[in-house]
């Protein structure tokens, strides 16, 4: 009884949390000058890309090697912010944050107990949350824009189909102690480039 209790009040604070971000992301949008006047990051679309052909590259630590991965240059480890990604004509692509300190050779597993809060889009029309267990996604819509929005002290993860303003998944009461980045994998060649909008909200 005290389980479920608890499964309450936390499905709740979940739901407020989702509808104060729903909230939040509906004014930026309406709102140019209120974005200009927040710090951005990446304001510009960026462009992640995928190929077939594999280029040789310096062996550096914070390398991907062999995953077609990459983070995003600053980590964060207070606060809130806010990324939106591209994914439209994309057939296959990981998203979400990754902490400081994961594997980044060899086989890398995407799950929170190894530092990685994500999902992603499988043989065009497969989406997964990369949670323990894993877990599929029924969305009603394909999404062409996906927002992705971290509350580090709130421990929480959300990803939002940006177009349709609807809720994917989100990722709570977790408990961050390192810095976290923007995870991405356009995947290989899959379909279209991944283009990526970056916001800190303070």
């Not at 979940?14 to 971000?21: D, G």
């Not at 909230?23 to 930026?28: A, G, P, R, S």
């Not at 304001?43 to 390398?63: A, F, Q, Y």
């Amino acid at each position: 009884e005290m389980m479920e209790e608890q499964q309450k009040a936390a499905e709740k604070q979940e739901q407020v949390l989702i509808e104060e971000l729903e909230q939040e992301i509906t004014e930026l949008q309406k709102h140019d000058d209120v974005l200009n006047s927040l710090n951005i990051i990446l304001r510009s679309d960026d462009v992640l890309l995928h190929g077939d052909i594999r280029p040789k590259l310096p062996d550096k630590p914070e390398r991907f090697d062999p995953c077609p991965c990459v983070l995003g240059k600053e980590g964060f480890s207070s606060g809130r912010f806010y990324f939106e990604v591209q994914v439209k004509g994309k057939t296959d692509w990981d998203l979400g944050v990754a902490r400081e300190s994961i594997n980044r050779k060899g086989t890398i597993t995407l799950r929170p107990r190894d530092g990685y809060w994500t999902v992603w889009l499988r043989n065009r029309d497969e989406y997964k949350t990369c949670d323990d267990p894993p877990v599929s996604l029924s969305l009603r819509v394909k999404p062409q824009r996906v927002g992705v929005f971290v509350d580090y002290e709130e421990g929480l993860v959300s990803f939002y189909d940006v177009e349709s303003s609807s809720h994917i998944y989100s990722f709570t009461a977790r408990s961050f102690t390192e810095k976290l980045y923007p995870y991405f994998s356009p995947s290989l060649n899959y379909g279209e480039n991944l283009r990526i909008n970056f916001v800190s909200l303070h």
